[in-house]
């Protein structure tokens, strides 16, 4: 069975985010002025083939944590599978 | 009242994504071969101060259409909002 997960990788907080500030610094121009703690991060999208969803979650914690984050820097959160058609 | 949203911005489908063939390619060599379609987008987190969820989740749908994606090869998504402490 294939399942489709998400993985939110976000940069830990305390650490300086420039694209993040860059956002924030383009926000007044554009009449927002009510916005604040931008925060830039990365949103990868996979499909893993696995006999079962649990099986397939535990694979795509570990590559999270082994491959599309750096844990001195950075938090992931994986977001809810979905079955997709085989 | 501050709301912390989070918009999901992610690359049309079609469209080449060299990130997520990159870490496509990295995969087989760290033992996992049951992956594909791995796309890579960007999460960004932000704070906006207004008088209602819906004013502030308005604001946020056209900071996400205007400055946040590139609507012509980009998609966006915004995840639920919460209430943060003043």
């Known amino acids: 069975m294939k399942h489709r997960f998400e993985v939110l990788v976000t940069l830990r907080p305390g650490l ?3 694209q993040g500030k860059a956002i924030e610094g383009a926000l007044p121009a554009m009449g927002w002025t009510n916005v604040r703690d931008v925060r830039v991060g ?15 979650r535990a694979q795509v914690e570990e590559m999270a944590r082994r491959l599309l984050s750096n ?16």
Request: proline share 9%; aromatic share 2%; charged share 30%.
């Open 16 to 18: 300086l985010d420039p």
């Open 42 to 56: 990365k949103h990868i999208a996979l499909t893993v083939e696995a006999d079962s969803v649990e099986a397939a």
């Open 71 to 86: 844990p001195v820097i950075e938090d992931y959160r994986i977001l809810d599978a979905r079955e997709v058609p085989a």
